[in-house]
């Protein structure tokens, strides 16, 4: 089992930084990829790293000795509002989640 906490969220203006972490414990030999998601209010989750809306503003970083990957935002935007989700798979292909962590962006 692998076990996600993200911390970091807040409430920030637009044009802000923040960087968000997820730190891993358990079967962390077991971890395949990690990677950062998030949920806007009524729409789906999506893979941040994939969204054209957030090239050149976010920026994920990973600590191996930590255990810890990293999602830098900068330049946010009011429509980056959402919950921030840390995602890990394993090798056998397991996904696991963290509980999330809201980032809310004020215009």
């Known amino acids: 089992q692998v076990q996600l906490v993200e911390s970091g969220g807040g409430l920030v203006r637009a044009g802000g930084s923040l960087r968000l972490s997820c730190a891993a414990s358990g079967s962390i030999f077991s971890i395949f990829d990690m990677g950062w998601y998030r949920q806007a209010p009524g729409k789906q989750r999506e893979l941040v790293a994939n969204a054209d809306s957030v090239k050149g503003r976010f920026t994920i970083s990973r600590d191996n000795a930590k255990n810890t990957v990293y999602l830098q935002i900068n330049s946010l935007k009011p429509e980056d509002t959402a919950v921030y989700y840390c995602?890990?798979?394993?090798?056998?292909?397991?996904?696991?989640w963290g509980q999330g962590t809201q980032v809310t962006v004020s215009s």
């Open positions: 995602n890990a798979v394993d090798s056998m292909f397991k996904s696991y």
